[in-house]
Each structure stands twice: as C-alpha cells, then as structure tokens.
C-alpha cells in the first residue's frame, strides 16, 4: 500500500517459524522495494524515493526479544539511527500477545494490541463485549471479506494447501520413524545371528549373511539355537 505522503509499505504474514530464510526474505523484499523507486541514469531520483515499511505479522516469538513488536532499522555503533532512513522493518510476535493480556488485562490493551489480539484470536465473546471501535473496524472487514466470494474461495483453497503440506509433514515423520525402527530391527538381527554363526562355524565364510532380510535373519538364527545343519542354513540364504 501507499500512504497519502508517498510511503510505500508491504504488510505480510507469516504462519511458520521466524527461520533465518525468512529473515533473509523480508530484508530482500525491503531492499527491492527501495530499488524499484529508482530508474537507471534517473539524477532527480532523490526527489521521488519514499520511505519503505515491511511488517511481518508472524506466528512466532523471538526468544532473544521478548517483544510483542520488534522494531529494525540500519544504525551505527553508537546506535544512532541512519540519517535519512528509508527502510523501516517491524515483526510483530502474534503468540506474544497472550503474555501482554495476562500483564495488562484485555481491557486495558493500546488499540494496536487490541487490533493484534483480535487477529490472533478471532472476533470472540469476550472481544466483542468490549464494544471497541478497533473490534468494530475489525468485523467490518471481516464480514466484507466473507461476503467477497472469491476471496473466500481463495482463502479457503490456501487453508487446503495448508492442511495438506501439515499432514504430508506428518506422513513423512512418521514413516521415517517407522523405517527407522525396521532398520534397527533388522541390525540387530543381523548382529545376532552373525555372532551366534561364528561360535558354531567358526571356519565359515559369513560373507553368506550379508544383505538378507529381517525374515531369514530370524529364521537361520532359530536353526542356529536348535542346532540344525550347516547344509540346511545354507539353503535359507538362496
């Protein structure tokens, strides 16, 4: 968006962790946004370059800053802001509104911790008994998005993508956890019964037992304890 002064600002949310790429992401977007003001050869560009204002509402807190805003800008070592600042970077630690509630009360929140509350939170009871002109601003545009078809059927088909990439998340997880488990099932069988093979046949090559399956692991490694031939085991391998 664009202020009435020229300022142009860039508001993005953000529902993953505040990982270094995404540092990396939003400091990009800034820096593109200064750039994209001036033309090549342009000598007057001066006269046209505004300041610039990203604001990443994310769902994270920074553990280094307790914040429930976290305000950047360029400074020196003597922490003086740079003179004629264009970019202006604010993180805004939507959980973090939670421990602004329980040190203030709901009722005594600023309007932008109100309006911060109301995002994270959703237009509830206890919000709307408060009768705030912020709550009020805030439903309104809700209930415009709600009328907004497509905007529905987008958001909608974004919380799809969402759940989707969750749950893929989960599978993955959880069949690694599973293979993991298989793998250090059959290692130990494989430990097992090659010690178990080398007390018996000492003379044989245990190369034989190498790369067979949790099944025949088990299996030569039950004729081994019931001290069957050395012919039979040998015909489990093929």
């Known amino acids: ?58 769902n994270d807190i920074d553990r280094d800053n307790l914040l429930l805003i976290d305000t950047y800008m360029p400074r020196n070592q003597l922490n003086h802001v740079r003179k004629y600042n264009l970019l202006t970077h604010h993180n805004v630690y939507l959980p973090f509104i939670d421990a602004v509630v329980r040190e203030k009360g709901l009722k005594n929140l600023s309007k932008i911790e109100l309006a911060i509350y109301t995002l994270y939170h959703g237009i509830t009871d206890d919000i709307m008994a408060l009768n705030s002109e912020v709550v009020i601003m805030m439903k309104e545009k809700m209930d415009q998005f709600n009328e907004d078809e497509e905007l529905v059927l987008a958001a909608s088909k974004r919380q799809l993508v969402k759940i989707q990439h969750h749950q893929e998340k989960v599978r993955i997880r959880q ?9 250090g099932e059959l290692l130990k069988a494989k430990e097992n019964t090659l010690m178990l093979f080398k007390s018996k046949y000492p003379q044989e ?31 489990m391998i093929k």
């Open 175 to 183: 069949e690694g956890k599973e293979e993991g488990l298989k793998e």
């Open 205 to 235: 090559d245990i190369l034989m037992l190498e790369n067979l399956t949790l099944s025949q692991y088990n299996e030569i490694f039950k004729a081994l304890i019931e001290n069957k031939d050395l012919q039979i085991i040998k015909e």
């Open 1 to 58: 968006m664009k202020t009435d002064e020229g300022k142009l600002i860039d508001i993005e949310m953000q529902n993953s962790a505040l990982t270094k790429e995404v540092h990396y992401r939003f400091q990009i977007y800034g820096a593109r946004m200064i750039d994209h003001q001036v033309n090549r050869g342009d000598l007057l560009y001066s006269e046209n370059v505004h300041e610039v204002y990203t604001i990443l509402f994310v």
